[in-house]
């Protein structure tokens, strides 16, 4: 299973430069030769920071990611209020990010012209090489929508020109099937899921018909629920039993068509005779319910991004919510997690190798160190004490 080892952001809002994880090669965007050659990341990665300190932007930074390569680095940052707006303040006005996936490196580096119009600076995609001596070899790269293409085996070079230097090169290379690295990893950020679950989405009556996926609002809830009672009744029933059974005595949900066409949700609670619908079901238990359904999924995005999520979570869910991500990604998915919060709870259930502290300096921009690389928290933690509570007494701040 691949993973991002490592992930590295400039110049992206209150992001200056920031890495985390393994990412073994300099940036390109400036002269600096620093590498960030930490461990890699693990499966989950929690961030945790002061107000104003980077969690959101961390998050949105994939999604700017992921609007690039779906629409274009304008349109990117037109929904983000235009360039000026993103780029860190003071800089050499180029973003850049790198994301190390297995022993793939992409680098996607994005400026704006004279006027303003935001497009593709640089964008390489290259396979490191491994610590046996391979050399790394490049699978694309173009500077200002010119550059090469290296055809697997045959290391034949193509010349690249895009007709749109807005436009990724890996959308259109991404496509083709004669380049599977480049099509995989197309496909790898094409996939990434980041939650933004609306408990009022969900609680919306779809036009009924199965859905293997859940959508980022959760509006189809339903309709995977119906996906599920058909081909994964074994998952529903385990779901109920192990989790919502248990910790909210919700013993039974069901899909009920409407003579319409439209799609009901009942859920039927321990104690009482009738069911109750969607409406008037806990926004906590229908974001609960969403998360299950995203875990379980047979088929998950590779990479589930949550903003805090414990918003509206009873705090002793949090544990039962990070066991559950634990429970499926240990055996069964191989989904990898970024998750932001505030929550001390949440903390408590994790190591110190997957959480992340974001400091922000004098300058106003953020640096982020690894928990785990305190040898006194890793020491405290190995004696028995939670994380979240050292979060808590402060024995995670800088000062
Ligand atoms: N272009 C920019 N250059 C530098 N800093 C910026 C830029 N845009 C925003 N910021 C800073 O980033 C901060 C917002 O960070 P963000 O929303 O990611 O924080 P957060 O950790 O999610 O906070 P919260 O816990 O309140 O949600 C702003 O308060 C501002 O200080
Ligand atoms: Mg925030």
Partial sequence: MRFIKGVRIKNYRVLRDISLGSIHAPAISTDSERSSNSEPLTPITVVIGRN??????????????????????????????????????????????QIRYGNLLYTLCITADDYNVPFVYAETLSHIGSEFGNRDTMNFFANNGAGKVV??????????????????????????????????FREFLDSWYLCYFSPDS?????????????????????????????????RLNDMLGRVLG??????????????????????????????????????????????LLLLGDPQPPPLICFE?????????LLGTFIDEIRHWSDGHTGSQFFITTHQPYLVDALTPKEVWILDKGSDAFASIRRA???????????????????????????E
């Fill in 52 to 97: 104003g300190y980077g969690k959101s932007t961390l998050c949105d930074a994939f999604g700017f990611i992921v609007d690039c390569l779906k629409s274009d680095a304008e349109q990117a940052c037109v929904r983000r209020g235009g360039f000026d707006k993103i780029v860190s303040e003071g800089s050499d006005r180029i973003i850049e990010f």
């Fill in 151 to 184: 055809r697997p085996n045959s290391e034949s070079v193509s010349d690249i020109h895009l007709a749109d230097r807005r436009r990724l090169v890996l959308s259109t290379l991404g496509n083709l099937t004669q380049f599977p690295d480049i099509v995989s």
């Fill in 202 to 234: 969900a609680r919306q009556t779809p036009l009924a018909g199965p859905q293997r996926h859940l959508s980022r609002l959760g509006d189809n809830l339903a309709n995977v629920i119906q996906y599920w009672e058909r081909e994964h009744t074994g």
């Fill in 246 to 291: 248990k910790v909210l005595g919700i013993t039974r949900i069901e899909t009920y068509q409407t003579e319409d066409g439209r799609l009901l949700l009942r859920f039927f609670e321990r104690g009482l005779q009738k069911p109750f619908y969607a409406p008037q079901m806990s926004d906590g238990t229908l974001k609960l319910i969403a998360y």
């Fill in 308 to 316: 805090e999520p414990e918003n509206g979570l009873y705090h002793k």
């Fill in 372 to 398: 785990g690389d305190d040898p006194i928290v890793q020491s405290m933690v190995e004696e028995g004490l939670p994380l979240g509570a050292l979060w808590f007494s402060e024995y995670l701040d800088s």
